[in-house]
């Protein structure tokens, strides 16, 4: 599975899911519940709640927007692919006045357009973005000085990171982000069908003046139960919780997050400097590159799902085609949850095969030693 999520998960967490139900209103429950709550905390780097949903990750986008957006508030959305046009509609739901400010393919969002566009848009008091818009491969590769920007504007900040949390270091508390979500599916391992968010004091406070809040996803309701009861206000999807915490507990406490997150370094640096050598095209500029899914321009003339077509039938590999608009006109390859060497070298040498097979020229064996030189440099264990 070298999608980008659902990715492949570790044995043990499918052992975490065989198991009997247990009440939601239950001591045992509310013991996993403080366990999720405290890695999920570690996880963003916060001392806020990050609340834990029973929905994929658009719902916790839902989440974040409807209870932060008001109607008369001015959100600005830079829009680098799909994950940006679904933010900005989301907002629009809330708010008549959104400003999308339009990035060039290829390209994501940093420091200088931003700050641009507060220039001219003073009004502003909303900044919501994908940090890594996975339709398009592109990362922010500086979020630290756009978050510089953001709290010198004193703007709220709604950070979708549902593909690049875990695949890289987000110190939600020290980068000041009020609102960041991930999903259960992604860098973090687990099936999906969770989505966290992370909620600062002074977004949650902006939320509880609002006029209407959504009703089942209304955060007041979603704090109340967490801190006085370690519990959720509504069922919650329990086999995936116990799956989740399971993975968590792999990531920190035998992994370690911090080589966690080297492994997607590691494995993302190995992945493109393998598909260089296969002499494959990027959809994206050097320093927008993805560490955690790689946009790639199909070979002269042969259509990206032919490709994807051999290597899932003749390799067992699944990678994934462009999305929405950029459907049949890119294929996407992730390097999320559970990078290890093998998954990575068996994917550029299924992919050299299928260039061969496809009447494209690609040396495999040498993109297979270019990833194996970057291992014996790089990996962390
Ligand atoms: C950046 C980003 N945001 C939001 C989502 C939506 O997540 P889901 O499909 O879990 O609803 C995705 C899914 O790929 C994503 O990559």
């Not at 996975?134 to 004193?154: A, Q």
């Not at 991930?182 to 003046?209: I, M």
């Not at 006029?211 to 139960?225: G, Q, S």
């Amino acid at each position: 599975m070298m999608i980008p999520g659902p990715t492949d998960v570790d044995q043990r967490v499918i052992d975490a899911m065989r198991r009997q139900m247990i009440d939601h209103r239950s001591g045992d429950f509310r013991v996993m519940m403080r366990e999720l709550e405290e890695r999920s905390r570690r996880i963003f780097q916060t001392e806020n709640d990050v609340y834990l949903l029973t929905c994929s990750g658009t719902g916790g986008v839902e989440f974040a927007v409807a209870n932060l957006v008001d109607k008369d508030d001015r959100v600005l959305v830079p829009v680098f692919g799909v994950f940006g046009e679904r933010l900005a509609e989301a907002c629009e739901f809330y708010t008549r006045n959104v400003v999308r400010v339009e990035i060039p393919l290829g390209r994501a969002a940093d420091p200088e357009v931003l700050k641009k566009a507060l220039d001219e848009n003073k009004d502003v008091n909303v900044v919501a973005f994908p940090y890594n818009d996975t339709s398009t491969g592109t990362i922010c590769h500086d979020l630290e000085g756009i978050m510089r920007i953001c709290r010198e504007r004193g703007v709220y900040t709604i950070v979708d990171a549902v593909s690049i949390l875990g695949g890289r270091d987000i110190p939600v508390d020290r980068l000041g982000i009020d609102v960041c979500i991930t999903g259960s599916q992604k860098c973090l391992a687990a099936p999906p069908g969770v989505a966290l968010v992370s909620f600062s004091e002074r977004a949650y406070e902006k939320a509880r003046r609002k006029e209407k809040r959504p009703h089942y996803l209304d955060v007041t309701k979603y704090r109340h139960f967490m801190r006085d009861r370690s519990e959720t206000p509504f069922t919650p999807v329990i086999t995936i919780f116990f799956a989740l915490n399971e993975s968590l507990r792999i990531i920190l406490e035998e992994v370690g997050f911090g080589k966690w997150v080297r492994r997607h370094e590691a494995g993302a640096e190995a992945l493109y400097k393998g598909l260089e050598r296969l002499g494959v095209s990027f959809m994206t500029e050097p320093r927008y590159r993805s560490p955690t899914v790689i946009a790639l321009n199909p070979q002269q003339g042969i259509d990206a799902e032919e490709i994807r077509r051999v290597m899932r039938e003749r390799f067992s590999i699944m990678i994934a085609g462009g999305l929405a608009k950029f459907r049949g006109k890119m294929f996407r390859i992730a390097n999320i949850g559970n990078i290890s060497q093998q998954r990575i070298l068996l994917t550029i040498e299924a992919l050299g095969k299928t260039l061969n097979i496809l009447g494209v020229k690609a040396d495999v064996e040498e993109a297979v030693n270019s990833c194996k030189e970057v291992f014996a440099g790089r990996w962390p264990g």
